[in-house]
């Protein structure tokens, strides 16, 4: 999963799993939510982050990665 700011936009996206989208539903509230070819979701994005408090522009942005180990 990525954690990711556009303080341009103002948006705030988390990357559940590396798959394309193929179709979104935008949720009330402004949350986007991406779906891939198997309907599982992919993404998830957050309009006005700054308003909504999620995040705080100015402040260092990072993005965040977190690799799955598979198990044998």
């Not at 599982?40 to 309009?47: D, I, W, Y």
């Amino acid at each position: 999963m990525t954690i990711q700011y556009d303080s341009e936009a103002d948006v705030l996206l988390l990357v559940l799993r590396d798959a394309a989208p193929v179709d979104a539903i935008e949720e009330p509230g402004g949350i986007i939510v991406s779906y891939g070819e198997d309907k599982e979701p992919v993404s998830v994005e957050f309009l006005n982050a700054s308003i909504r408090k999620l995040i705080r522009p100015g402040e260092v942005s990072v993005t965040l990665a977190a690799k799955s180990s598979a198990v044998a």
